[in-house]
């Protein structure tokens, strides 16, 4: 029977786990757990430790092959004489100081796990990555936490080493890849330590010499320079965990999404007497996933929310430290059930920590961490003089007390001491066409258009200091609207309606209807029309300039550079946790904008 198994070569390459070894009696008492539920008597296939010496080193496989009956992942209750049959296995691999997996249809096994030791990130990114090998895809994941950053990124070419620019790599660890090397095509999971060859399927006995190969090439293994160097550096955790302090994390749930949609995440629910509650997950999601701060109280870590701070408090996420990982504990997640269409059920406290779905920042900025590894961005504090180069001081905002000013039905521009007035008479004083673009489904508070030139302006206004939330939110208005730079022709158009009305400011929880036109500059006896036209004809050019504008009063350029300076050079910090954040909240937005091709500038106080 066994000559019959084709397999294709993939598996989950781990270390022996020091002083615990596999016996015959523990593998037997495995493979009956996972196989309980099969629809026969017996496994079609088992195979308890067979001996075989390869490459002059002995080596054990264990193989268990069966059935079971499944429920359709699109009916809704499991009927005993409407069900799909599937055939499951695992291949367990032992080979000198390494156990390989290779599993369908199969969960995973607490057992078994408790064998099992992680091969370390930077063996396994560097494995088959060297300066001859050719990089086709990267899936990213970002380590900066802010609301509106991209959450993870995949990148594809023909070779990537000679296509795509670095800049702003080293914020992203790298989560998945596909190389050439060696002549053999490879696809590479870091977080689950899975590696793929793509050879086509093969026998038990080639899959095991080639399981072989690669616990030899781990064994072996010897960093050399590559294009994986450019993105975030993995650093060890024992030694670094206890002089960091945790203070914020990032929940990632959109993966229950992909799960949902691609019907592998059939049902959740909380287990209830008489009968289990049913949930809408995709509900809650969008309330879980966002950044949260983490406060200490007494030698404990919690995610604490200023937002949604009743919910986060009944949901009581603690983070936990632990000696090679670090863990979210919560009561709430754990209630929550998740059952998959393999037939596996996990709690979502369970999945998240499983599946990592989680970025925690700590207090030294240069550090994150992310699937179960701490990532260095060693060029973070060596980038403040570029970042602060984003940096323009405007005097006429000394003056500027708030956002927009006061208003009245007679009001034809707003108050001199607004920002909305710098922006219009001081900041914006060469455009063709001003647009008021405030309130609304808006892309921007003021959008700027001349001849082969696109700006955004954000204006936010506040008391001088360093406002972290303050940064984050108009931060994060920038970079969620980035892609409305150069939009479609048929959304320009559909801003007629509003840019032909008057400005109704918000005043408190009242209206004012003013007399400010939304046209706020235009060529003389110019229309509404004539500038939705010359939009459009300025996004068909292909050497068009984009720009976006912060306008904030609320930030001094050389308080900030002074703290970010006495930051790098390890000296006092005011608000120290605020500056960190914001930090990372301006290296995510020259990332961003790099990536779009767009200009950014700070205009702020000297």
Known sequence: MINELEISEGAYFYRKKPNKQLSNTAVSKIFRDLSKDRMTRSVTLQKIRDEVVINGHPSKLSIC??????????FKNYIEDEHEIKFCYIVVFEYRDYIVISKKNVS??????????????????RLYADSDSKFHKLALDNLDVSDSAIRSKSLE?????????????NNYAVRNMRITSRGHLYSLTLSTARINRHNGKVSVQQLREWM??????????????SFIDSFALPISFEDRICSLTPNGILLKLNSLVDATNEQSLVRSYIKADPQDIDLELGRYITKYDQFLDIEADEGRYFAVSSRNKYLFNLIGIEIKILKKSIKIKSNAFRSILLEFASGETQSLEEYINKNHCFVITFDNPEVAYNSKKLFENTQLLSNISSFMSIFEPCEELSDASSEKGIFSTASVSFSPCSIFNKVENVIDTNSTYLFLDDLGNEWADHISVSDGIIEFYHSKSGDEGLSASKFQDVVGQAQKNLGNLVPPHHRIDGKRTLWSRTYIAKVGNQSVDTNISRLRKSPADFTIDDGLEFYKKQTRKPNLRKAVYLVVNFISKSR????LTALQMGNQVE????????????????????EQG????????R
């Not at 092959?65 to 429920?71: A, C, D, G, L």
């Not at 900030?560 to 703290?563: G, H, K, P, T, Y």
């Open 65 to 74: 092959v069966f059935k079971i009956k499944s429920k359709p992942s699109f």
């Open 108 to 125: 995973s096994s607490t057992d078994l796990d408790a064998y099992l030791d992680d091969v370390d990130y930077s063996t396994l990114s």
């Open 157 to 169: 070419a023909r070779a990537l080493e000679d296509s795509y620019s670095t800049f702003g790599a």
């Open 212 to 225: 072989a190969d690669v616990c030899n090439d781990i064994e072996n293994f010897s960093a050399t320079d």
């Open 560 to 563: 900030l550079e002074n703290n």
């Open 575 to 594: 608000r120290r946790n605020e500056v960190i954040q914001i930090l990372w909240f301006i290296s995510s937005l020259i990332s961003s904008c790099k």
């Open 598 to 605: 767009t200009e950014i500038k700070i205009i702020c106080l």
